[in-house]
């Protein structure tokens, strides 16, 4: 059900989120300090082409990831296989990475409409 | 759980590593969709991260935080186990190594800020 | 010298006729769980079907499920088992049952044959005998799994096995790895090939049971990471 080629895709893209993991932790402990606010999180990330890539990388990985991961928990413990199991996984690849390119698109360089 | 009578400690991490990720995975979609509103609808933004505030959310927050690290450790464990031919004592020993850098790092960081 | 009476339950598979699921057996100072088998088979049911060779562990087929733990019951004394004075027997997990604690083991060994779990020769009867360094790392490797005794004791603790019907399961891959190690056999890319397929070695988790239950104390899940480190190499090597 996991060839090589899967395997090794969902173990390289831990790895290159691990240290994001520990950037996004420093993050939140530092930001959730005084409480949230919109204007708070967009003035750290607007037109910043560093968090752009920062949590650019993040979302690419974890939509490889996160697709990997739930294709194998829903073959074994849901029965999904063959090309259901293939699409599904597709799926949620796609959608993982087309809400989140969304997210980091939002917080980086879109021209909010209401702001 | 389905078989309580062949759980261990690997059993046990494996189901915890299993379901913090299904976990993530879910959360993952909710996380975007709200961040997006930066672009769309700034206000709504503004008022679900209110919703921090409140101390059931903040405790949902907590669960999410320890799933991410429980997760990520996890995954660094079974990356070491997996690739890493050590034997058991290393491997103990890397460990340790690990944890005391992280309570010294992080004990660092709670006083830096 | 009885010791009182044991409270035995056995998971037999339904028959055409109720057959008896629960007995009292005499309780021995000395007594395997395959000895309490046997006594139901020969002084209360005769048509129970088990099964056993040696009796000293080394044939591999007399292991069931104890209290949902599988073991080989030759060599496990009643009293580790007991829960108070009661035990449940079973066939083994994750293999079809053919009659009450029978179970067809045909799946397991063709796993093992398809985890490339065979002899690949590369010499005749005319070469020289190879001469093998025993201190040798791979060696040292190749022996950690040569006692396996096919009882499939790691094959039914294993999960990962029970919800992937294509995983090749620990004991075959532990023998894959142990081959992959052995310089007496010529198989490198065949092993790797066939551990690198759908149900290979990648689809194993990790999480121990193969190593914890088995009783030759071997550690089936360190040689399925011997051969996902193996087959990352070859990733990386020659880009498949």
């Not at chain 1, 996991?2 to 969902?10: A, K």
């Not at chain 3, 179970?103 to 070469?127: C, I, N, Q, S, Y």
């Not at chain 3, 397929?197 to 550690?219: A, E």
Request: aromatic share 8%.
């Amino acid at each position: 059900m996991l060839n090589l080629r899967l395997y090794m895709l969902q173990r390289i893209t831990a790895l290159l989120m691990a240290p994001l993991v520990l950037g996004h932790l420093a993050v939140m402990i530092y930001a959730i300090q005084g409480g949230l606010s919109t204007g708070e999180i967009l003035g750290r990330t607007q037109g910043s082409i560093l968090w752009f890539l920062f949590y650019g990388t993040f979302v690419f990985a974890v939509s490889i990831h996160g697709a990997i991961g739930l294709r194998t928990v829903l073959h074994e413990w849901v029965g999904l296989k063959g090309t259901a199991l293939e699409a599904v996984m597709w799926i949620i690849g796609l959608g993982l990475f087309t809400l989140g390119a969304r997210a980091v698109w939002a917080v980086t360089f879109a021209q909010g409409l209401g702001a | 759980m389905k078989t309580p009578a062949r759980a261990h400690p690997l059993w046990v991490a494996f189901i915890v590593h299993r379901v913090s990720g299904v976990g993530l995975a879910l959360f993952l979609p909710l996380h975007f969709w709200v961040l997006a509103m930066a672009m769309t609808d700034p206000d709504r933004l503004d008022g679900f991260l209110h919703l921090t505030e409140n101390s059931v959310v903040k405790l949902a927050e907590v669960g999410l935080v320890f799933g991410l690290v429980v997760h990520m450790f996890g995954g660094l464990r079974l990356m070491a186990l997996e690739w890493l031919p050590w034997t058991p004592s290393q491997k103990t020993l890397a460990a340790m190594a690990v944890a005391i850098s992280f309570l010294i790092a992080g004990l660092f960081f709670m006083k830096a800020i | 010298m009885t010791l009182g009476v044991l409270k035995v339950t056995l998971e037999r598979s339904a028959g055409l006729e109720q057959a008896a699921t629960v007995f009292e057996v005499p309780a021995y100072e000395n007594q395997t769980v395959l000895d309490v088998v046997s006594w139901v088979q020969q002084n209360a049911d005769p048509t129970l079907s088990y099964r056993f060779a040696c009796r000293v562990g080394m044939c591999g087929s007399c292991a069931m499920m104890v209290n949902g733990v599988p073991r080989w019951t030759c060599r496990t004394h009643i009293s580790k088992v007991l829960d108070g004075d009661a035990v449940t027997i079973g066939p083994l997990r994750n293999l079809p049952v053919i009659k009450d604690l029978v179970v067809d083991m045909d799946p397991f060994f063709d796993k093992w044959v398809a985890a490339e779990g065979v002899h690949h020769g590369a010499l005749t009867r005319d070469d020289p005998i190879e001469a093998i360094d025993e201190q040798s790392d791979a060696r040292v490797e190749a022996n950690a799994g040569i006692e396996c005794i096919n009882c499939s004791v790691c094959y039914a603790a294993c999960d990962t096995v029970t919800s992937n019907a294509d995983y090749l399961g620990p004991a075959a891959l532990q023998r894959a790895w142990t081959l992959l190690n052995d310089t007496k056999d010529d198989g490198r890319a065949a092993i790797l090939d066939a551990v690198s397929d759908k149900g290979g070695c990648h689809n194993c988790h990790s999480m121990g049971s193969c190593t914890v239950y088995c009783p030759n104390d071997l550690d089936p899940m360190s040689a399925i990471a011997g051969l996902k480190r193996e087959t990352a190499k070859s990733f990386f090597k020659m880009g498949r």
